[in-house]
Every structure is written in C-alpha cells, then in structure tokens.
C-alpha cells in the first residue's frame, strides 16, 4: 500500500538523474514522453486529497425603502478557485523536463542517464568527465541483409571459416 504524499514534498523528489533501461526500436524522445507520463501518473496517485477551503460570501439583499443593497449577513461555501476540477491535477506533463546524457539511436539498447528538472544541470559535470567503455557485440555470422540493416530482409547466407 502506498503512502500519500504532499504535491511539495513529491515536487522536491523530482529533481535529480535516473537511469532507465532503453529498449531496442525505440527513439529517445518516445522512451523520453513514456518517462513523463510515468511520473506524472504516479505522482497524480501518490497526491493526497485537496480539502476545498470555505469562505465566507456576503449575503445581499435590498434595502426596502431605498433599494440600494445591503449586507444582511454571511455564508459560509466551498472557495472553488483551487478545486482540482478548475485548475486541473498537481502534475502536469509540461511540468517535468528530461534530458538525456547521451544520444543513442533507436535501434540500439541499453542504459541511458535523464536528467530531472534541475538535474539536468549535473548532466555537464557527467559529460566532462573521461569515462571507461565497456561493448559488447553481438552479432550473426553468415548471413547478408539489404544494405547491411540490423533488421533488414535476408537476401544471402554463407559458410564461414574464421574471422578475420
């Protein structure tokens, strides 16, 4: 069961970099708005209820000699100016703003670094910095696609002796 949470605390957490798992044959910017939606779906969930505050309206009614209106007392009723109908859920996907580390291309997979909102600032430090690669290559030996695409049509096979 989940806790609710205040829309500032869960605002506060949603600063920082987050490393998500990048599926083949999707693009950044669809993993990116995928990422958005997310948050802003739980976020929404994990929001605790509004209370509607009340405040107090007049109640005019006119003078009956002159007509001229006159406060005859006060009522209490919802103030609707901050009901989640009228200014909508606590987040909002203009809201949040990502930004990747590095460009990878759809047809690749892997991890991928995003910035959060002010994380996005730390992501200069990380590009700075002189990072260990580690590949690894997977290929299919043996076999030719149209124009050498990763899932373009087989159009030869062969048998191979070694690689050089």
Known sequence: MRVGATVTDIWRSLHGIVCVHKPRDMSLTALRLRLINAICEDANKRCLPIEIPEIEMP???PHPISQAPIIVGLRKQPNY?????VVG????????????LDYQQPASSGLCLFGINNGRDMLESLRDRIWVNEYVLKGQLGRGTVQNKIRGKVNRE???????
């Open 59 to 61: 109640v005019v009614e």
């Open 81 to 85: 100016s901050s009901h989640p109908l």
């Open 89 to 100: 859920k606590p987040f909002r996907k203009e809201d949040i703003q990502i930004e990747e």
């Open 158 to 164: 062969c048998d191979y002796g070694r690689v050089s």
